[in-house]
């Protein structure tokens, strides 16, 4: 039974999954939650098994987005190999400019850090090049309210 349950889909996703379609006020039984576990978990294997197959024939050890859009219409569910695509598009064009930002990001921060490198190290000769100043601290005891200055 606790191998049965390593393969299935968490049923906590599955119940989530389902109360987002029903009606706020619905109830949804164990037995539903198990039966949707099992029927999910069973169309996932059933549509990767079928991409996998296709990949062992190419040699390719990979099972991408492409197999999965592949299987699915092999397997007749056309309307979802439809869907997947468009969404599989959507979500390469977005890690495309993801890449691109970060890429744009660690540009500008490397030019930043040249810049402070150069920055600092004018700063470090301007220091050494000047005269120390006496620095000036307020010592307070405890129980005296009154301060006491000293420099250093």
Partial sequence: MEDEQDRLLPIANVGRIMKQILPP???????????????????????????????????????????????????????????????????????RERANQNKATASTQEKDEEEFNFKGTQVQQLQTESTPTPSEFRILEKGNSSSLKKRY
């Fill in 25 to 95: 006020t619905a109830k949804i039984s164990k037995e539903a939650k198990q039966t949707m576990q099992e029927c999910a978990t069973e169309f996932i294997s059933f549509v990767t098994g079928e991409a996998s197959d296709k990949c062992h024939k190419e040699n390719r050890k990979t099972v991408n987005g492409d197999d999965i859009c592949w299987a699915l219409s092999s397997l007749g569910f056309d309307n979802y190999s439809e869907a997947i695509i468009r969404y599989l598009h959507k979500y390469r064009e977005a890690e």
